[in-house]
Nanobody
Framework: QVQVVESGGGLVQAGGSLRLSCTAS????????MGWYRQAPGKQRELVAA??????????NYADFVKDRFTISRDNAKNAVYLQMNSLKPEDTSVYYC?????????????WGQGTQVTVSS
């Protein structure tokens, strides 16, 4: 089993910033990537950002609606991923979920965190 724990959500005014953190622990094996999705009430879960844990490339992927505002980063030694969110908008209000993709004993997996609420007031 892999445990995924997020932190850093909260209430912020429009234009403000928050930093989300996520750490994976347990029977991790090798992590391929970590990232963030979000889901607002009545909406589908959508990808926010993802980052490769390949030491050689650190490839990142962002949703168009967060480009130039959010930055994803990683700490391979800590099995951690971070999401720096700047210039927040009310429409960014959502539950943010961290995930980890990896392989253990030749089998791939994806585990999710419990989610952290981000609320942006206008």
């Amino acid at each position: 089993q892999v445990q995924v724990v997020e932190s850093g959500g909260g209430l912020v005014q429009a234009g403000g910033s928050l930093r989300l953190s996520c750490t994976a622990s347990g029977s991790i094996g090798n992590i391929n990537a970590m990232g963030w999705y979000r889901q607002a009430p009545g909406k589908q879960r959508e990808l926010v950002a993802a980052i490769s844990f390949n030491i050689r490339d650190g490839y990142t992927n962002y949703a168009d609606f967060v480009k130039d505002r959010f930055t994803i980063s990683r700490d391979n030694a800590k099995n951690a991923v971070y999401l720096q969110m700047n210039s927040l908008k009310p429409e960014d209000t959502s539950v943010y979920y961290c995930y980890v993709d990896g392989r253990r004993n030749g089998l791939g997996y994806r585990y999710w965190g419990q989610g952290t609420q981000v609320t942006v007031s206008s």
